[in-house]
């Protein structure tokens, strides 16, 4: 009987490698997680989910101002172009950009109260989300579950 992963992909045939297997299996929880919460946030908040991740860092900072360098090593998905995603969020009115005090050739990027008001309000759907998607697992094996992903973390290993 195949792998759930194996079903998920339809295959027939064995994997090449264990590695090769649980990096597709963490590849398909990863979609599947992800994209309904995109969906929502979407619908919800005309937001991707790059840009509530930016309100996010910025509201934890506030009212520290953060260049986009620090932005973006704060990311979980890494984007290339901060500087797009946070115009867009200021021509909303949900950030806002002023040149740095110490530091006149930095921008620094602040939440606005709209921005903040707008993650005050998907607050309640962010604490429910990881339940209805995870909560069927359990308190023994989301701790193994956060275990592993930090082992695995911790130590990645690097290509090419």
């Known amino acids: ?42 619908t919800e908040a005309d937001l991707t989910t790059n840009q509530y991740n930016v309100l996010r860092i910025l509201r934890g900072s506030h009212p520290i101002k953060l260049a986009s360098g620090e932005i973006a090593e704060r990311m979980i998905s890494r984007d290339p172009d901060v500087t797009r995603l946070v115009d867009r969020l200021t021509r909303r009115g949900l950030v806002s950009r002023a040149r740095g005090r110490q530091d006149r050739r930095v921008v620094e990027v602040g939440i606005t109260e709209k921005g ?4 005050t309000h998907l607050d309640a759907h962010v604490e429910r989300m990881p339940r209805a998607m995870m909560g069927h697992l359990g308190s ?19 290509f090419p």
């Open 1 to 42: 009987m195949p792998s759930v992963i194996a079903a998920n992909l339809k295959q027939k045939g064995a994997f090449a490698s264990a590695e090769q297997e649980v990096l597709l299996g963490i590849r398909i929880a990863a979609a599947r997680l992800t994209e309904p919460w995109e969906k929502f946030l979407k």
């Open 116 to 119: 903040r008001e707008i993650l």
């Open 140 to 158: 023994k094996k989301l701790g193994q579950l956060r275990q592993l992903l930090e082992a695995l973390i911790a130590n990645l290993g690097t």
